[in-house]
């Protein structure tokens, strides 16, 4: 779209009407676009220095590049306004162009003295100090409004500014169907939705205190919102890294450590704590570990979920981009800024240095160690016991007399066939052939190797062979020996099994050893400069202390990580809860207080309610750092009940909904709409934690759930293997290998973790469509579904008709709605008498049998349910 340059020129003049200040409104610009080449680290192109006003004033080699009150006469602005600056970058924004140039107009003006020296002290101005997340979490008083508290009170005060209300309040369908989503991820059955109906229609309130408990009682909770936590710390089952793309077999330690930690509402806080420094809590050596102590290394895994190349690449570029990832992961999930950004040079909009950077890379350092890396499979921590590896040997001992019997049965064999080939040869060769054969390979003579070649079948005789004789004993000999080394698998079965922790565990040095930390020029791994010591953000010194104890005399490692983790709890952080409490927002509404999660910097959105913000991380600190106390207080709140109905007034004033005067629709996730479709049609596996279930590619490329049984050049063989229900668990446990996404879960937007996600996208795109239509895995969804409405639904049509309407849409359909759908049915089983279609099975492969019209009838209904909006959203 064009605008006449009139309307342009207002619109710079509305934005520059303010008196401008160098710190508050031009020092961002020219430190984003321009300190790169003219400040930073001592460079000065042209001579000309941007970091302060005065040197602007000052100017280079071209003399001053500005004149304070004429704009027309300053060579900067003319640069800026050409396009000839900043160079090698896209031309600055119309909006900063006039920023600057009103700034000259109006005199140049500084908001304070300006220092002599620019030292490490000036880093940061006040106006970037004071940016608006890095301030104490205040104690916030809700507003005073009548009949509101809390929650409600801080959305309705933002309402009466905008002349809207709450809406009306969503019905007890409605309810129960949202408040299970949000909770466990999996859609209420029939039978809950009736008792939280009749329930509600008697006491509204205390009928949805008694849900939400339930609901957050559940195993499920964990799993739902451990998926959650799992996005935010870039959560795979694999490395991340090359065509090869290795698994990571025990991550799924960590998954369920989660899991389990939600579950049991573990405080936030320790969470935290054990997650960034869970080995620093347990004794070491790492042997013969407690249940607690299992617990917190399994926590650790936190800090080993990023690309990991170097079991296939280890030099020093692969280690560093390792690291790279943890510390941008870490920024981004507990401190909600883009700190990776300050990797090769101070943060381009946020008061994050570089030497900040690499400060907070030397916290984790010890633990990671270029010097001596170590590669992933040397990470793992054993869990075997003293007393099972003692179990273990002895086990051995027994199969390996097994093994010793076996050998000797089989040197019986091979003398017995051996002396009767021998008996085939001349008289003269037999003893010859014998000592050849009985002679080690790399001893035999020349004239031994020639004489066996000459007799391939005493030449070729071995224990693998043996079958290939005496047509008389080869069956005794086989079974015998195949008995045998079977017993001996059966013997060594019997072994404790050895299972690891995907764990982050800091080798204890001699302190001349530890790692140190340098900031790398430009990033450069290669390039190191000065050396910086552990420290939080500097930014952050005026409110608290930042700097990190190098080691901790108290612990065999530095203790860094365990001290930053103290710190990052202290209930004093600005960042920690206001980062947390936001997510599980965006979590129940669709949309956070603040929409950027990860970024609460200056590119990242501005809080729509920053009272109600603090008010909750209080709140959440308040009570424990409990995740079930936030739910309970913001889904029991008239803001989270509301309807999602939508209607003229809203959508003029507010058509984002930002100010939520109604509740936002929202689509499932890929995963959970998977658990559902399970879920609907009765073949959900409830199975808590465990291995990952596999997936593999079919014959057309697609990657589905399944044993892989691709063939030894690395091509699909069509074979399906038994799995015995766990290809219907829940997606939780669906193996995350990064370069083998789910066909459903990479339709529907779910992440491949690079290193991780803050928000999910929500695309809407035909694929969607098509997967949901025509995708066999839909069509043995449906054929499922159809079997359960059959068998629980009665005899009669309508009433498997209206089970199958409960089950998707969690209320019962109209009268019409099932004359409508008995009559599709009926059309659907016309069509199938006509035109004979085999079944699904399981995995999408299809059968050779024809299905029973009616039944395909009945499918066909369930699958068009099954691919509605009213299962797809939730109001």
Same mark, same amino acid.
């Given at each position: 779209?064009r605008f006449p340059?009139? +309307?342009?020129?207002? /619109? ?14 031009v020092r961002p610009i020219?430190k984003a676009n /321009?300190?790169? /080449?003219?400040g930073?680290?001592?460079e ?14 000052k100017?280079?080699?071209?003399g ?5 009150g004429?704009a027309?006469e300053?060579h900067? !602005?003319?640069?800026?306004?050409a ?8 031309k600055?924004?119309?909006?900063d162009?006039?920023v ?6 109006q ?7 300006e220092?002599?020296?620019l030292g490490?002290?000036?880093? +940061? ?9 890095l301030?104490?979490?205040q104690?916030?008083?809700p507003?005073v409004?009548?009949?509101?508290l #809390?929650?409600d ?10 002349g ?12 129960i169907r949202?408040?299970s989503?949000?909770?466990t #991820?999996l859609p209420p059955?029939?039978?809950e ?7 509600y229609?008697?006491h ?8 939400i ?14 998926r959650h936590w799992?996005?935010a710390?870039?959560?795979a089952?694999?490395?991340?890294f090359?065509e090869?793309?290795?698994e990571?077999?025990w ?5 369920? &450590?989660?899991i389990?930690a939600?579950?049991k509402?573990k405080p ?22 407690s249940p ?9 895994? +936190? ?8 079991a ?5 570029a692969?280690?560093?981009a390792n ?12 401190y909600?800024l883009?700190?990776g950004?300050?990797?090769c040079?101070?943060?381009?909009y ?7 950077? &690499? ?8 633990g ?7 590669l992933p499979?040397?990470?793992l921590?054993?869990?075997l016991?003293?007393?099972?590896s ?5 086990i051995e ?19 017995e066939v051996?002396?009767?080939?021998l ?10 052939l ?8 790399k ?6 190797t020639?004489?066996?070649k000459a007799?391939?079948?005493v030449n070729?005789l071995?224990?693998g062979?043996? &079958?290939l004789y005496?047509t008389?004993?080869k069956?005794k000999?086989?079974?015998t020996?195949k ?6 698998m059966?013997?060594?079965a019997?072994?404790p099994?050895?299972e690891?922790?995907?764990?982050f ?6 302190p ?30 005026a409110?608290?202390?930042?700097e990190?104890?190098?080691k ?8 860094r990580?365990l ?6 709890t202290?209930g ?5 809860a206001r ?10 509404? =669709? ?21 109600l913000?603090?008010w909750?991380?209080a ?5 424990g750092w409990?995740?079930?106390h !936030? ?9 989270y009940?509301q ?6 007034k809203?959508?003029?004033?507010d058509?984002?909904n ?5 509740m936002?629709v929202?689509?499932l996730?890929?995963?959970i709409l998977?658990?559902s479709?399970?879920?609907?049609s009765g ?5 808590i ?7 593999m590619?079919n014959?057309?490329g697609?990657?589905?759930?399944g044993?892989?049984t691709?063939?030894t050049?690395?091509?699909?063989t069509g074979?399906y293997l038994?799995?015995?229900?766990e290809?219907?668990r829940r997606?939780?446990?669906?193996q ?10 990479a339709?529907?937007?779910a992440?491949?973790m690079?290193?991780s /996600?803050d928000?999910r996208s929500v695309?809407t795109v035909s ?7 025509n995708?066999s ?5 449906a ?10 639904g009665g ?8 089970l199958?309407?409960k089950?998707?849409?969690g ?9 409508q759908s008995v ?5 659907q089983?016309?069509f &199938?008498?006509a035109?004979?279609?085999? !079944?699904e099975?399981q995995?999408?492969?299809?059968s050779?049998?024809p ?10 209904l369930c699958?068009?349910?099954m691919? =509605? ?6 109001d």
């Amino acid at each position: 779209m064009r605008f006449p340059a009139g +309307f342009l020129l207002i /619109c710079h003049v509305s934005v520059v009407a303010a008196p401008l200040t160098f710190e508050k409104d031009v020092r961002p610009i020219l430190k984003a676009n /321009c300190f790169h /080449c003219h400040g930073e680290e001592g460079e000065t192109k042209g001579g000309l220095d941007v970091r302060l006003a005065r040197f602007i004033l000052k100017g280079g080699e071209s003399g001053p590049a500005i004149v304070p009150g004429k704009a027309a006469e300053s060579h900067l !602005l003319e640069l800026v306004k050409a396009g000839e600056m900043p160079k090698g970058k896209s031309k600055l924004k119309d909006r900063d162009i006039a920023v600057l140039e009103a700034w000259v107009a109006q005199g140049a003006k500084t908001a304070r003295a300006e220092p002599e020296k620019l030292g490490p002290e000036h880093a +940061f101005t006040d106006e970037e100090r004071a940016w608006w997340s890095l301030q104490p979490v205040q104690n916030v008083k809700p507003p005073v409004k009548p009949d509101v508290l #809390g929650i409600d009170a801080f959305i309705a005060a933002k309402h009466a500014e905008k002349g809207l209300a709450f809406s009306p309040e969503a019905d007890p369908v409605t309810f129960i169907r949202r408040a299970s989503f949000d909770l466990t #991820g999996l859609p209420p059955t029939p039978e809950e939705v009736d008792v939280f109906v009749a329930a509600y229609i008697k006491h509204p309130a205390s009928s949805i205190e008694n849900l939400i408990d339930r609901l957050l009682a559940s195993p499920h909770y964990g799993e739902r919102w451990g998926r959650h936590w799992l996005d935010a710390a870039g959560y795979a089952d694999s490395e991340g890294f090359g065509e090869k793309d290795l698994e990571r077999k025990w991550a799924w330690k960590y998954r369920d &450590y989660v899991i389990n930690a939600l579950n049991k509402d573990k405080p936030f806080d320790q969470f935290v704590r054990e997650q960034l420094a869970g080995d620093e809590m347990v004794p070491q050596p790492y042997k013969n570990l407690s249940p607690d102590a299992i617990e917190k290394l399994s926590a650790t895994g +936190f800090l080993r979920m990023s690309p990991n190349g170097t079991a296939e690449m280890n030099d020093a570029a692969t280690q560093n981009a390792n690291i790279a990832d943890t510390v941008k992961m870490v920024g981004t999930s507990l401190y909600g800024l883009t700190i990776g950004c300050a990797q090769c040079h101070d943060h381009r909009y946020d008061p994050i240095s570089q030497a900040d950077y &690499y400060r907070l890379r030397a916290v984790f350092e010890p633990g990671f160690d270029t010097k001596a890396w170590r590669l992933p499979a040397s990470r793992l921590v054993s869990l075997l016991t003293d007393a099972e590896s003692v179990e273990a040997a002895k086990i051995e001992v027994e199969a390996k007399k097994l093994d010793a019997a076996r050998l000797a049965k089989t040197e019986e064999f091979i003398t017995e066939v051996l002396e009767k080939e021998l008996a085939k040869a001349p008289e003269k060769d037999r003893e010859p052939l014998r000592t050849a054969y009985r002679t080690e390979v790399k001893k035999r003579t020349a004239d031994q190797t020639k004489l066996l070649k000459a007799w391939p079948r005493v030449n070729q005789l071995s224990a693998g062979s043996l &079958y290939l004789y005496d047509t008389t004993n080869k069956t005794k000999h086989a079974d015998t020996l195949k008995k045998m080394t079977e017993e001996a698998m059966v013997v060594r079965a019997t072994k404790p099994v050895e299972e690891f922790l995907h764990a982050f565990v800091e080798v204890p040095k001699k302190p001349e050893l530890v790692p140190a930390t340098f900031i790398f020029n430009r990033g450069n791994h290669d390039q190191p400069k000065e050396k910086v010591g552990p420290s939080d953000l500097t930014v952050l010194a005026a409110h608290r202390k930042v700097e990190v104890p190098e080691k901790d005399a108290k612990l065999p490692t530095t203790g860094r990580r365990l001290a930053f983790a103290n710190a990052l709890t202290d209930g004093k952080h600005p960042l920690l809860a206001r980062v947390m409490v936001n997510r599980v927002w965006m979590h129940h509404f =669709g949309k956070g207080i603040v929409s950027s999660p990860g970024d609460f910097g200056q590119l990242g959105s501005k809080p729509t309610h920053p009272e109600l913000l603090d008010w909750l991380a209080a709140e959440f600190m308040r009570e424990g750092w409990s995740l079930k106390h !936030l739910h309970r207080l913001i889904m029991t709140s008239r803001t989270y009940r509301q309807s999602s109905t939508r209607d003229e007034k809203r959508d003029r004033i507010d058509p984002d909904n930002t100010l939520l005067s109604r509740m936002n629709v929202r689509r499932l996730e890929a995963e959970i709409l998977r658990d559902s479709l399970l879920a609907i049609s009765g073949r959900l596996n409830p199975k808590i934690g465990g291995a990952p279930v596999p997936v593999m590619f079919n014959e057309e490329g697609q990657v589905v759930i399944g044993i892989d049984t691709t063939d030894t050049a690395g091509r699909p063989t069509g074979k399906y293997l038994a799995m015995n229900g766990e290809e219907f668990r829940r997606s939780i446990y669906v193996q995350a290998r990064r370069s083998r996404p789910l066909e459903m879960f990479a339709t529907f937007d779910a992440p491949i973790m690079e290193p991780s /996600c803050d928000v999910r996208s929500v695309t809407t795109v035909s694929p969607q469509s098509l997967l949901l239509m025509n995708s066999s895995i839909m069509r043995v969804h449906a054929q499922q579904f159809a079997q359960r409405v059959q068998t629980e639904g009665g005899k009669e049509l309508p009433d498997q008709i209206r089970l199958a309407w409960k089950l998707v849409h969690g209320k019962a359909p109209s009268e019409s709605d099932v004359q409508q759908s008995v009559e599709f049915v009926q059309a659907q089983t016309e069509f &199938y008498k006509a035109n004979p279609t085999p !079944l699904e099975v399981q995995l999408g492969a299809p059968s050779k049998t024809p299905g029973e019209p009616g039944f395909l009838g009945l499918t066909a209904l369930c699958h068009a349910l099954m691919s =509605g909006n009213a299962l797809l959203y939730v109001d």
